[in-house]
């Protein structure tokens, strides 16, 4: 249906003279309003006999004074410019570049959507295997231990939910984004339809919103999640049921063989000391000789170990495993990079063994610390044994053969040498 709105007459259309039907020269307006080119009245009036008039309402005048409107002057220049074909390929090249610009913006938001979405999956998938672990853990303690399983199992679900729900909140910001993004694109697209039938004397105003501001990225810590639900379970458990543990902490003892001259091994080989002398010794490749380190006797090549260290008392201490390949002759940053995986305590302080150091801040000061190594995981974790907090996780643990590794760590001046030890269960007291 027609619509009745009468057309509304372009700007060019309203800088056209009346007579010459071409855009104002040198504009002049009358006493009426109306506006003609100087020369085209002038040569209009001077075929006139009599008194002059307006071509257009017949306004009579009693004179032939002629004012020149010098802003109607300078918007005919401006129209006269704009209607270059550099300045409309200006106009649509701005326009292309902003629509170009939301599309790639949108694009962007919807490869992190897609991400987003293979991640909220990988959660709920490892979530699920999370549960039947934990549930696989709790089984040889179903009978008695019933309430402490639903405890961890309802922890897990809660933190599942919470990581879900915070990745199901990123995508709703995210499709919100999207959304913004493509009305934005509408009206870009609009105004720049429209400079196919119309003349710009300037880029149209465009009314957007604000552009929504999304991470790109959730702050979801699977590494974390996975971390807390894949240590030693029943032994968490076993803390409040001791006589149902099974299986228990691997009952470590140092090898003397690889023991720096400067430490004193206990008769069990559970304790080491820094010693004042140097210890008779025995030359062999594999004792440490430029650092005060100890190694476990015991190996490990695969499968899960957990054992536990007491440091109370101890002002500084290196726990963690080494590769058996380590340089035993050198003095070498305790990294991974260098075949270490250890946490230690410099001055009241405690660092994962990184590069550079991570610094790790602990509720209070453990007395124990225990050690976690999944060989098929290549992950070592350690702990707070006292309250079984979870500290710190290398998530690219060693490949190939390992050995705990302890070291006590040359005494401070004017402070008494501290042991570290071995803890065995039962038989050790916590």
């Known amino acids: ?60 005048f009693p004179t032939r004074q002629l004012q020149t409107n010098y802003l109607v002057a300078a918007m005919v220049e401006k129209v006269r410019a704009s209607s270059s074909e550099g300045f409309r390929q200006n106009l649509q090249k701005q326009l292309k570049d902003s629509l170009e610009s939301y599309r790639t913006k949108m694009e962007e938001y919807l ?123 029943q032994y968490i458990a076993w803390r409040k049921m001791l006589k149902l543990l099974k299986p228990a902490p691997v009952p470590l003892t140092f090898d003397p063989e690889t023991a720096h001259p400067s430490l004193c091994l206990s008769r069990d080989k559970t304790v080491v000391v820094e010693s004042q002398e140097m210890q008779p010794y025995r030359r062999n490749p594999k004792r440490f000789t430029q650092c005060v380190n100890v190694l476990a006797a015991q190996g490990f090549l695969s499968g899960r170990h957990y054992w536990e260290v007491g440091v109370a008392g101890s002002r500084k201490w290196d726990l963690g495993v080494a590769l058996e390949s380590v340089d035993r002759n050198a003095r070498a940053k305790l990294s991974p990079e260098n075949g270490y995986w250890t946490l230690r305590l410099r001055e009241g302080r405690y660092w994962a063994g990184t590069q550079p150091w991570t610094p790790l801040d602990l509720d209070g000061t453990p007395c124990s610390i225990g050690v976690l190594l999944d060989c098929e995981g290549r992950r070592v974790c350690f702990y707070n044994a006292d309250s079984m907090q979870l500290l710190y996780t290398f998530n690219s643990a060693p490949h190939g053969r390992v050995f705990p590794f302890f070291s006590p760590c040359v005494s401070e001046r004017g402070h008494k040498p501290q042991p570290i030890r071995i803890l065995h269960f039962p038989l050790d007291s916590l």
């Not at 002049?28 to 001077?46: E, G, K, N, P």
């Not at 913004?180 to 196919?196: K, T």
């Open 1 to 60: 249906m027609a619509s009745d709105t009468p057309k509304r007459p372009s700007l060019k259309e309203d800088l056209t003279c009346a007579i010459c039907y071409d855009l104002f020269t040198d504009p002049v307006m009358l006493a009426c309003m109306h506006h003609f080119c100087r020369a085209c009245i002038s040569t209009y009036w001077r075929s006139l006999r009599g008194a002059v008039s307006c071509p257009q309402c017949r306004q009579e």
């Open 111 to 233: 490869n992190i959507i897609r991400q987003d979405e293979e991640k909220v999956e990988t959660m709920k998938r490892v979530g699920a295997e999370l549960q039947a672990r934990v549930r696989g853990e709790f089984q040889a303690l179903r009978e008695v231990l019933q309430q402490e399983e639903a405890g961890l199992l309802e922890s897990l679900r809660r933190e599942e939910a919470e990581l879900l729900q915070g990745a199901e909140h990123h995508l709703e910001q995210l499709r919100g984004a999207v959304l913004e993004a493509e009305q934005s694109m509408r009206v870009l697209q609009q105004a720049f339809d429209a400079m196919e039938t119309s003349i710009e004397v300037e880029l149209p105003e465009v009314n957007l919103r604000p552009a929504v501001q999304v991470e790109k990225e959730t702050d979801a810590d699977l590494n974390a999640f996975i971390s807390r639900y894949t240590g030693p379970v």
